[in-house]
């Protein structure tokens, strides 16, 4: 579903000439799709009351999410789906690794291991022959 993100959310870029808009309308029909599950689903709306007691650093997931969408908008023109993706995903394992080793934001805790380090090794190999070939 990754490259499909990308690759649909540039396009609706070139229509709106601004890829930070075609984030934007990204985001409302993602809102809309989500707020029609929920509905139909009967997830109850007042439990959102409830958020008023998240934790400061609850509230950054859309932040995070913003700036993703924003910026593989931006780049896939620049250096395509393959390496704009490759990309994300070696950034992903990177931060994957560092939050399990220190047990960021509250998750179990799971050692950095030679294993691990070969993982993230051979993900970073895959963007350099993407890069190259």
Request: charged share 10%; proline share 5%.
């Amino acid at each position: 579903m990754l490259p499909l993100q990308v690759g649909v959310n540039a396009k609706l870029a070139d229509s709106v000439a601004s890829p930070l808009l075609s984030a934007l309308l990204s985001f409302c029909v993602g809102t809309l799709a989500l707020l029609t599950y929920v509905i139909i689903t009967g997830v109850p709306l007042a439990n959102a009351a409830n958020a008023k007691n998240a934790s400061p650093v609850a509230w950054v997931g859309g932040l995070l999410g913003a700036f993703y969408v924003a910026m593989s908008i931006i780049l896939l023109p620049k250096l395509g789906v393959a390496m704009t993706v490759s990309l994300i995903i070696a950034g992903q394992m990177l931060m994957s690794v560092v939050m399990d080793h220190f047990g960021l934001l509250g998750v179990p805790v799971r050692e950095i291991s030679l294993a691990r380090i070969c993982g993230i090794v051979l993900v970073f190999v895959g963007v350099l022959l993407i890069k190259r070939y």
